[in-house]
Structure formats: C-alpha cells, structure tokens
C-alpha cells in the first residue's frame, strides 16, 4: 500500500466530476486516497457527446435507464420507467 503522498502511475483513471456534488467530491476523494490522480473531466463544463455517453454505459454493461438520476431530476414527472 502507498501513502496518500506517493502517487501511482500505473492506473489511468478518469472521474467525469461535479464539485459541487458531495458523492462526487468523496468519490474523488477515495481515488486520491488509494493514491492515484485522476483525469478530472467537469462534466457540467465539458459534457460527454452522445457517443461516448452510449460507448461508457454499453462498458458498464447497463442500460440507459440504469444510468438515469432519479433525485432532483424531474425523472418521475417524465416517467421513463414505464415501458
């Protein structure tokens, strides 16, 4: 194991990040402390096109719908979880 001070060079690691989301900053937060710097993308300031959006979820293994935010989103207004 490294200290939080002795970064890793063998992982390449990117976090599309919101800073101004507390899952998002201890997410980047557990990254640093097992002593890798991510790549840092600011997806709000640099959205993801379509066609990555489609290449990471299908890497994920998931669907769209999986992926979907459902809190403080008008997720259940639109209802995309009825067929």
Aim: with cysteine.
């Amino acid at each position: 194991m490294t200290s939080p001070g002795h970064r890793l060079k063998t992982m390449d690691i990117i976090i599309y990040h919101n800073p101004d989301c507390g899952t998002s900053r201890n997410t980047l937060g557990l990254i640093r402390n097992a002593g890798v710097e991510p790549h840092i993308i600011e997806y709000l300031k640099c959205p993801p096109t379509r066609l990555l959006l489609r290449h990471l979820i299908d890497r994920m293994g998931l669907t769209v719908r999986d992926v979907l935010r459902e809190k403080g989103t008008p997720f259940h207004e639109l209802r995309p979880a009825d067929p």
